[in-house]
């Protein structure tokens, strides 16, 4: 029910069934907002949220639960979560929580940084070492999806995924192309290593 009223608004959704595969889905690519249900199996929608913060990770988190109780609100607030919302609720509560919730994650995410390069995502311009980075806008974004997954590796069809969005004319071959590009621009050292058989990640 959530993925498809989420669906419904536009939101590109990735579902996990249990705790464990809600972090697995997480390492492979950070996702602008999380809900979480407390009551998932294996690892709870708590346990989930701790692991996360404990790793650093400032992703927003939309706790689901059926508990009310002022204790259970604050052991979810406690565990790191940034809202929580009781069940059942509203579709359009939901909804104007996620919205509240991706406004507030995107604020500090501005500009985003890897060793010496800066990305301004709000003016959509690069510096390396000071140096302005003349990118085209794919560029821009395969760029900004390398620094939201930083320490991960980004595959060939995330990015296809992401940046080109599935049009029909994209092939695997682009990404290695535009990664080619980004290279060249970035200069020296580089900073975009390829992982034989996965894709590429942020390195230096």
Not at 61 to 80: C, E, F, M, N, S
Not at 134 to 144: A, N
Request: net charge neutral; hydrophobic share 45%; with cysteine.
């Amino acid at each position: 029910m959530l993925e498809r009223t989420l669906s419904a608004e536009g939101y590109g959704v990735v579902s996990a069934a249990d705790g464990g595969g809600a972090l697995a889905a997480v390492e492979r690519a950070v996702p602008d907002v999380l809900v979480l249900d407390v009551a998932m199996p294996g690892l709870d929608g708590l346990d989930v949220c701790r692991r996360l913060r404990a790793k650093g990770l400032a992703v927003p988190i939309l706790l689901l639960t059926a508990r009310d109780a002022v204790p259970q609100r604050i052991a979810g607030l406690d565990a790191g979560a940034d809202d929580y919302l009781v069940k059942p609720f509203a579709a359009e509560e939901l909804l104007a929580r996620v919205r509240a919730l991706l406004r507030r994650g995107r604020e500090p995410e501005e500009v985003l940084a890897h060793d010496d390069l800066v990305l301004d995502l709000h003016a959509r311009s690069a510096r390396r070492g000071g140096r302005e980075v003349d990118l085209s806008p794919r560029e821009v974004d395969l760029l900004e999806l390398l620094l939201r997954n930083q320490r991960r590796v980004v595959s060939r069809e995330l990015a296809l995924e992401r940046v080109w969005g599935g049009e029909a004319a994209a092939s695997l071959n682009v990404v290695d192309q535009y990664v080619s590009y980004l290279r060249r621009k970035l200069g020296e050292p580089p900073l975009i290593e390829t992982v034989r058989g996965a894709g590429f990640i942020l390195g230096r």
